[in-house]
């Protein structure tokens, strides 16, 4: 396929709201949207979904930078590309980097579907013409504000609730939700704010019937996991702590987690992303697309996603306007009853709206490649 020309736009977008994690909080989000060209007029967008900090990650919107402009771009000088999933073993070479990989390879893979007039989902192998949604609740400083945004987004249809957890803001919370929503599908996101040492604490999760805990225990961890699997009912969903297929397939087989929280650009691309899927899908293991707190571009890749037989659980792609006052894509991203339609035209199927990236853009760079 070919390939004539990379453009990085460095984008500065705020959030409606601060995002409050156990790891920190998130409103001003600096980002790349990542253009790949062909000579016909075809153009591909990928988005790099790192943060300014390496709270979740150890990469950040300056790491992104370094990694595509200076190793990423020059491998993809004069290599020829017959398939996207090509983009995976040129930049197998570099180590980690996995959101700057994933942003490039999105653009690809968007590039690649345009050019033979297929949606992205089809182009993946996806077959569903929608998907449902959840949405992901920050920390919230009182109890009442949390209860209402719940029955907001119900109201709204979305089909679960995530709420996000740290000690000393956890178990109390859940209880009193789950008194007033007691039959609402709950989970909650630690982000690793525990260790094995809170199994005893974590234990008495199970009576709340989450439909999962998310990355309890350490980024990088997937032996304590196993252990605390085996000492608590509630199912372990992994998040941080799977950055490829062989992560997967060694939690899996360590019973680390009974669910899988595929992130695009944690596990670097697409091409991975749909080998987790099949593994998970093979032995059995539910998988659901994570959230980056993306604008359209990156929605739109995870809404392709999740058009894969596997994601049989509500995803945490919420409608843009969740997020934003105004999306970089038209049109924005829309949940209707907790469903979003997925798009039909080629690609992404959404197109840029050049005018809203250009009022985002603090920077812009192009290579001829
Ligand atoms: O752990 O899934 C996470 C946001 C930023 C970093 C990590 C996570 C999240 C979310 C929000 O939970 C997902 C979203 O709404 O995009
Ligand atoms: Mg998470």
């Not at 959030?15 to 075809?42: C, H, V, W, Y």
């Not at 007039?117 to 009442?144: C, H, R, W, Y």
């Not at 062989?246 to 091409?271: F, P, Q, Y």
């Given at each position: 396929m070919p390939l004539q020309k990379v453009t990085l736009h460095k984008l500065k977008m705020r959030l409606k709201f601060p995002f409050r994690t156990s790891f920190g909080t998130i409103q001003d989000k600096e980002f790349f949207i990542i253009e790949a060209m062909d000579d016909k007029g075809n153009n591909g967008f990928g988005e790099s979904?790192?943060?300014?900090?390496?709270?979740?990650?150890?990469?950040?919107t300056a790491t992104n930078e370094h990694v595509m402009k200076d190793f990423l771009i020059p491998l993809l000088k004069g290599r020829p590309i017959n398939?996207?999933?090509?983009i995976t073993e040129t930049f197998r070479v570099i180590r980690g980097n996995n959101m700057a990989k994933a942003g490039i390879e999105g653009a690809i893979w968007d590039l690649y579907a345009k050019q033979r007039g297929e949606t992205l989902a089809t182009a993946l192998g996806g077959i569903k013409k929608e998907i449902d949604v959840g949405v992901s609740l920050g920390i919230q400083p009182d109890i009442n504000d949390l209860l209402a945004d719940i029955d907001n987004h119900l109201k709204q249809g979305y089909k679960r609730i995530k709420l996000k957890i740290k000690p000393g803001q956890d178990l109390e919370i859940l209880q009193e939700v789950r008194q007033h929503f007691p039959d609402t599908p709950i989970m909650a996101d630690a982000n690793s704010a525990y260790s094995l040492q809170d199994s005893d604490h974590l234990k008495?999760?199970?009576?709340?019937?989450?439909m999962m805990v998310e990355q309890?225990?350490?980024?990088?961890?997937?032996l304590d996991h196993a252990k605390l699997q085996k000492e608590i009912q509630t199912p372990i969903c992994l998040d941080e702590?799977?950055?490829?297929y062989d992560d997967a397939r060694h939690a899996i087989e360590l019973g680390s987690c009974k669910i899988i929280n595929v992130k695009i650009g944690r596990v670097g691309g697409l091409t991975e992303a749909k080998r987790i899927h099949n593994l998970c899908q093979e032995k059995d293991v539910p998988v659901w697309c994570g959230g980056m707190l993306e604008a359209g571009v990156g929605r739109a890749h995870n809404i392709a996603l999740t058009t894969?037989?596997?994601?049989t659980l509500p995803g945490d792609t919420a409608g843009s306007s969740r997020y934003w006052e105004k999306d970089i894509i038209k049109p924005e991203v829309e949940v209707q009853d907790g469903t979003i339609t997925v798009p039909t035209n080629s690609g992404i199927g959404y197109e840029i709206d050049r005018e809203a990236l250009k009022s985002f853009r603090v920077g812009c760079y192009e290579y001829e490649v």
């Amino acid at each position: 396929m070919p390939l004539q020309k990379v453009t990085l736009h460095k984008l500065k977008m705020r959030l409606k709201f601060p995002f409050r994690t156990s790891f920190g909080t998130i409103q001003d989000k600096e980002f790349f949207i990542i253009e790949a060209m062909d000579d016909k007029g075809n153009n591909g967008f990928g988005e790099s979904v790192s943060f300014s900090s390496p709270w979740y990650t150890e990469e950040t919107t300056a790491t992104n930078e370094h990694v595509m402009k200076d190793f990423l771009i020059p491998l993809l000088k004069g290599r020829p590309i017959n398939h996207p999933d090509d983009i995976t073993e040129t930049f197998r070479v570099i180590r980690g980097n996995n959101m700057a990989k994933a942003g490039i390879e999105g653009a690809i893979w968007d590039l690649y579907a345009k050019q033979r007039g297929e949606t992205l989902a089809t182009a993946l192998g996806g077959i569903k013409k929608e998907i449902d949604v959840g949405v992901s609740l920050g920390i919230q400083p009182d109890i009442n504000d949390l209860l209402a945004d719940i029955d907001n987004h119900l109201k709204q249809g979305y089909k679960r609730i995530k709420l996000k957890i740290k000690p000393g803001q956890d178990l109390e919370i859940l209880q009193e939700v789950r008194q007033h929503f007691p039959d609402t599908p709950i989970m909650a996101d630690a982000n690793s704010a525990y260790s094995l040492q809170d199994s005893d604490h974590l234990k008495k999760f199970d009576g709340l019937n989450l439909m999962m805990v998310e990355q309890p225990l350490a980024h990088d961890d997937r032996l304590d996991h196993a252990k605390l699997q085996k000492e608590i009912q509630t199912p372990i969903c992994l998040d941080e702590s799977i950055h490829s297929y062989d992560d997967a397939r060694h939690a899996i087989e360590l019973g680390s987690c009974k669910i899988i929280n595929v992130k695009i650009g944690r596990v670097g691309g697409l091409t991975e992303a749909k080998r987790i899927h099949n593994l998970c899908q093979e032995k059995d293991v539910p998988v659901w697309c994570g959230g980056m707190l993306e604008a359209g571009v990156g929605r739109a890749h995870n809404i392709a996603l999740t058009t894969l037989p596997n994601f049989t659980l509500p995803g945490d792609t919420a409608g843009s306007s969740r997020y934003w006052e105004k999306d970089i894509i038209k049109p924005e991203v829309e949940v209707q009853d907790g469903t979003i339609t997925v798009p039909t035209n080629s690609g992404i199927g959404y197109e840029i709206d050049r005018e809203a990236l250009k009022s985002f853009r603090v920077g812009c760079y192009e290579y001829e490649v």
